[in-house]
Structure formats: C-alpha cells, structure tokens
C-alpha cells in the first residue's frame, strides 16, 4: 500500500439487533490497529468517529418516508450519507479509506462514497448474505440488508445514500457463506453475484477461493471494495460477534485469504477501500475478536512473516 490509511470510525448499532457493536470501532483502536499496520508499512492517520446519536435515544420504528421492516432506517440513511461524503473525500484526497464498523449496515455509505467516481468490484467476507430487503427480512435489521442496498434492490432502488450506481452484480463476489435465508438464496440464485461457500473452501482451499473472488470482482471495474465481518471466522477465533455461526473460516485462513487480496494489489494497484464490522467487545473475550481484526486486516496491507 503505497497511500496513507485514512481510518474512519463508524460506531453504528442502529443495524444489529443486540446492542454493543457500536464500540467496535474503539476495540479495535485499541487492540493495536496503528501498530500492526505500521508493522505493515504502512502509514496511517485517524481521523476519528462519526458523530452517531444513541440507537437508545431514538425510536426504531420512526421514520420520515413510507418504508416498512426496517429498523432505524432514518438514522442508518444519515450515518451512510456522512460516510459516504468521508470515503470520498478520502479518496479525493490521495489516501485510503479504512472504515471501522459498527454493524454491516455501515457498508452501504463506504461503498456509495467509493464508486461515486469509479466502478467497484467488491469481495465479501462473510457468514451472511446480506441480500435481505425492507420487503423479505425476516427480522426488519438492517445489517442483514447492506449488499441489497448497494445494488439497489427493492425500496432501496430510491434511496441514493444506498445504492451505489457503480457496483454491478457480475462484479461481486462472495467468500465464506454458510447462513443465507430462503429468499436470499434465490436471490443469490437468480443473480449476476458470484457466491463461494464454506463448502467451497473445504474442497478447493482458501488461496484458490479467493483468487476466483479477486477475478471476478476486478474483471473491468476500477478498484476493489472488501468488506470483512467477523462473523465470517468461526465462533472459536472470533467470540465477539452478534450473529456467531459455526463452522467459519480458521484464523490461519483469514489470513491467507487477505494474504492473497495483499498480493493481487501488490500487481494492479486494485485496492480502493476497505471496511471491517460487526465487532462487539461486549459478547467478546479479552478483545480477541478485535485483536484478530487488527491482525488480519494488517495482513491485507502486506504485512508478513519474512
């Protein structure tokens, strides 16, 4: 990485439906972010959190314009707006744009501000799909929405703080399902998005998974978005979740994974932004969920054992 890591604190819980994620950013601060990036090489700068109201101090149902089945969704389009402005203000800037999440639902404001310029390839590391809608979420979180929103789908077809113009279906890409719902699955089905699962991973291994990710998200797009939940670990490595499900990536894994996205930078310059959600130290473990996001995320920056 080769451009200064601008680091932007999202601390939203607005998204998730258990309340803690919001410090994620401040956990992850805190685990050593800056150090292990600048083992990396790289230089960093922080530029602080976004000013985000207390989800306790508002109503969750409240809202200023006809959607349904969407928690919070007024304070969620706010928060995405502000980002969005940030990342491209960022980019404007010459620097790279590193978001600390704060729940999933942050995505749709690093990508719209990313792609406002430039066409976006994004791989998603993640348990979920995220292909939820007002319309088809079983649960009205939106942190289970973020991709959907980004690509327009639904209700977010007309919201322009979420859907992100340049980021097509052919040049997405999953890496490590292993928890969509029904209507997701057709979604994902019935889609341009290229999906790797967990079983995936286990017969081909994570270096080959990821190479085909990285190809079809820089296939005639201008950079590549990755976003990392750390629910897409397994439970084992990464305790401090809120959506936790069994049988995720190995720590040595992500790593490699995040290796292979350092690598193909290190080619074509293909890294735009980048973010990294769902941590919550209140479900966590002496802050090992956020230490481990501090060290893979280092990874993607090029940092390496020799």
């Known amino acids: ?9 999202a601390p939203v819980d607005f998204g998730a439906n258990r309340r803690g994620v919001d410090m994620g950013p401040s956990a992850i601060r805190y685990a050593g972010l800056a150090a292990q990036l600048d083992a990396a090489g790289v230089e960093s700068v922080d530029e602080g959190d976004l000013f985000v109201p207390r989800a306790e101090e508002r109503d969750p149902e409240g809202r200023t314009d006809d959607v349904e089945n969407a928690k919070f969704i007024d304070e969620v389009a706010a928060v995405c707006r502000q980002l969005g402005d940030r990342v491209a203000q960022t ?11 704060g729940d999933h639902s942050i995505s749709m404001g690093t990508m ?33 929405m973020p991709l959907a929103g980004a690509l327009g789908y639904d209700e977010f077809a007309s919201m322009e703080w979420a859907s992100a113009a340049n980021v097509a279906e052919e040049s ?3 890496v490590g399902l292993r928890s969509v719902d029904d209507r997701e699955r057709d979604a994902i089905t019935e889609s341009a998005i ?32 990755v976003s990392l939940d750390l629910d897409w670990l397994d439970p084992a490595h990464a305790p401090g979740v809120g959506t936790p499900v069994r049988g995720g990536v190995t720590y040595r894994e992500a790593h490699s994974a995040l290796e292979t996205v350092a690598d193909h930078h290190d080619r074509h310059d293909s890294l735009r932004s980048m973010d990294v959600v769902e941590v919550n130290p209140i479900l966590d473990e002496s802050n090992e969920t956020a230490s481990v996001a501090t060290e893979v995320v280092a990874s993607a920056f090029g940092k390496r054992t020799l």
């Open 112 to 144: 719209q501000g990313a792609s406002r310029e430039s066409t976006l390839g994004v791989i998603w590391f993640d348990a979920h799909a995220d292909l939820n809608t007002p319309t088809t979420s079983p649960s009205g979180n939106v942190h289970g």
């Open 91 to 101: 980019l404007e800037d010459g620097q790279f744009p590193l978001v600390l999440g």
């Open 194 to 225: 290229s999906a790797f699962t967990m079983a995936d991973i286990d017969e081909r291994g994570i270096t080959a998974v990821v190479e085909d990710a990285l190809e079809v998200a820089s296939g005639g797009t201008d950079g590549l978005h």
């Open 1 to 9: 990485m080769n451009r200064t890591v601008r680091i932007i604190g």
């Open 172 to 174: 997405v890409a999953y």
